[in-house]
C-alpha cells in the first residue's frame, strides 16, 4: 500500500473529486483488503492484504451526532440513494450517521460493508452485482 496514494483516495472520497467505483478500484490496486469507516473518532482505516494499517481524517464539518437507535430502513434507502442516485459521501455519511450507523467496514475482496450501531445492531450490503455467500455451505475451520 502506497500511503501518499491512499491519503489521496481518502481526499477523493470526501470531495466527490473522482466518482466512488474508481476509488474503489483503485484502493484495490493498492491491495487494500478493506477500510473502515469510523464517525465516533472521525478517520478512516485502510488496512492492506499483507499488513499495514494508513490512517486519514474524516474533515467534514457539521456533520450531526450518531444516534443512539439504528434505522435499517433510513440506512437502506441512502446506500440505495448512493448506489444509483450518485448521492455524495458527505451526504450519505450524515444520513448514516442520523440512522445510527457508528462506523462501517468495506471489505473489498468480500465485496459486502458491514454497517454498525452503537448498541451491536449491524446490517451487511452487498456490493452491487455481487453474489451473497451460503453461509451454511461454510465449515468450520
Known amino acids: 500500500m502506497n500511503t501518499t496514494t491512499i491519503l489521496?483516495?481518502?481526499k477523493a472520497t470526501q470531495s466527490g473529486s473522482l466518482p466512488f467505483p474508481e476509488i474503489v478500484g483503485r484502493l484495490i490496486q493498492e491491495q487494500v483488503e478493506y477500510y473502515l469507516v469510523d464517525y465516533r473518532s472521525q478517520e478512516f482505516r485502510f488496512y492492506g492484504v499483507h499488513g499495514g494499517v494508513v490512517t486519514a481524517p474524516l474533515v467534514f464539518e457539521c456533520l450531526p451526532d450518531v444516534l443512539d437507535s439504528f434505522d435499517l430502513p433510513s440506512l437502506k434507502l441512502s446506500i440505495?440513494?448512493?448506489?444509483v442516485n450518485g448521492?455524495?459521501?458527505r451526504d450519505?455519511?450524515?444520513?448514516?450517521?442520523?440512522?445510527?450507523v457508528q462506523s462501517y467496514c468495506a471489505f473489498l475482496r468480500g465485496q459486502r460493508?458491514?454497517?454498525l450501531g452503537r448498541q451491536g445492531d449491524h446490517h451487511v450490503e452487498w456490493f452491487p452485482g455481487a453474489v451473497p455467500v451460503d453461509q451454511s455451505s461454510l465449515t468450520n475451520r
Do not use: N
Open 87 to 89: 448521492q455524495s459521501f
Open 92 to 100: 450519505f455519511s450524515s444520513r448514516a450517521m442520523r440512522a445510527g
Open 113 to 115: 460493508v458491514l454497517y
Open 80 to 83: 440505495h440513494d448512493s448506489q
Open 8 to 10: 489521496q483516495l481518502a
